[in-house]
């Protein structure tokens, strides 16, 4: 059973079965059979107590269909799975939720919909980076914490000119992918390296960034040069890389063009490597066995080639045993988006249970700071409790510590270099 092999025929008819069975109800609480207890009458959780609603956008039709209907099926399962222990302080979690289609429009008047309505007191989402700004410019102006589940920006509210005040994420951002690639390529005495980035704002931004950190691991940038988002060929860019000497071609860009790059890298004989968000199942099935592929990815979409050594292994484990359909040669889209929201929904309720019942103060600990606390189930409680986590959520995409200056607080340590292995398993660059 390995992550990202591609093959899908059984997979297919069961994720339509128990797809089937989820999509039809408005909330994250399965409907109960004749002979099962009522949902409020679960252990630990308290009838009189109101529900926490949590909002959930996704493109469930279109397009992206596959990602949002994975983060649909893990985020329903991790509130089941926390209402089964009691849900918070007997605070029944619900998901309310609501298709997006990819457009930044529909995916405003739902997320008004979800807070104003459905009474949700946070967001996740989107299933894109592309509504990512959407997103993020509205948990600003209604002052409503988002918890993002796409993108690779970092989420820095110090920073002036950066609507990400009310906005945390549950993914690894566009720095911390670099730097640990950079730093396994040096360990690994790799000198020379090419950059191919697109020339999108997101590509941009990247191709500025990876030029900018090579000399800090003593990489020696050989070539670099862009690609569109819509172009048909990169052979051109990668012929010139690899006749300045590149050891490694650092690829940068949307996923739709992963394929692209495989046919303009065939027979070159360079070794590529790319961020997750460049990684897709149609480009793992057409690999060819000669291409030398390296990536740093999440714990979880390693799979079950995951170390058990792992610190976030024991994460990774349960998650596969609660989505068993996404356990067996799911693609690496679907395991991002599922992971992510399956984080997404963990991350706000430990840094709740924090908030609700904060451990006793060490004997020297700092006193707070003076100043009124909001209630913790309220949007601003919420994002208080996540600037305020007391201990770090470990989760299957990484282990994550948000604070006041860092929105997401990944650990990079929890990121892996790995490459493809002619058997389609992952391995550790580094033994």
Known sequence: MRAG???????GLVFLAVLLLLLPAGRAQAQPAA??????????????????????????????????????????????????????????????????????????RKAKTLVDREGAV??????????VPALRGYADTRKVPVVLTAGEELLAPHRRGRAVTWSFGVYPPRSAVMRVLYQGLARRFIRRIGILASDDPAGSEAFLWLKAYAPEFRLEVAEAAHFGAKDTDMRSQLQAMKAEGAEMVVVWGPRSQGLTLLRSAYGLGLRLAVPPTLLSGDLLEVLPPGQELWAVLPPLLEGTDLAPSHVCAYAVGSYFRQILIWADDAAPEALFAGGAAWDAVHLVAVALQQAMYPPPPEDNATAPAPGPVPPPRTPAGIRDALEHMSAP???????????????????????????????????PVEK
Not at 122 to 131: A, H, I, M, Q, R
Request: charged share 25%; hydrophobic share 40%.
């Open 5 to 11: 092999t591609g093959r899908r025929p059984a997979l």
């Open 35 to 108: 002979a099962d207890p009522p949902p409020d009458a679960r252990p630990g959780l308290d009838a009189a107590l109101p529900p926490i609603r949590i909002g959930a956008l996704w493109d469930l039709s279109g397009e992206r269909q596959r990602e949002g209907t994975a983060a649909l099926i893990a985020a329903r399962q991790a509130v089941e799975a926390l209402n089964q222990r009691g849900g918070i302080g007997g605070h029944r979690l619900e998901l309310v939720i609501a298709d997006t289609w990819g457009e930044a429009e529909r995916l405003l």
């Open 122 to 131: 946070v967001l996740l989402g989107p299933s894109t980076p592309e509504l």
């Open 393 to 427: 959520y470990i989760g299957v995409l990484g282990i994550f510590h948000p604070s006041e200056r860092d929105h997401i607080g990944l650990d990079p340590g929890s990121l892996l270099v790995v490459r493809r292995t002619p058997q389609k398993h992952w391995e």
